[in-house]
C-alpha cells in the first residue's frame, strides 16, 4: 500500500498474523465463539541514513 507523510511516500509493509485455535470457547452477544490465540512476528526495518541538525546517522 502507497502511503505519504508530510509529502514524503513510502511503501506499508503489511506483516501476517498468525491465529491458532485454542480449546477455550467464549460468549459474545449471546452467541458462542472460539477463542484464538494470535502471535506477531516482529518487524524488520532496513537500515537508513539519515540527518538531523547537520549530523548523520544510520538507523
Do not use: C, W
Not at 460468549?27 to 526495518?45: D, E, M, S, V, W
Not at 537500515?47 to 548523520?56: D, N, P, V
Amino acid at each position: 500500500m502507497k502511503l505519504s507523510f508530510l509529502g514524503q511516500s513510502y511503501e506499508a509493509s503489511i506483516h501476517a498474523v498468525d491465529a491458532v485455535e485454542t480449546s477455550e470457547t467464549a460468549i459474545f452477544l449471546g452467541q458462542p465463539y472460539a477463542r484464538k490465540q494470535y502471535t506477531n512476528r516482529q518487524r524488520q526495518q532496513p537500515a537508513s541514513e539519515l540527518t538531523y541538525r547537520g549530523i548523520k546517522y544510520t538507523t
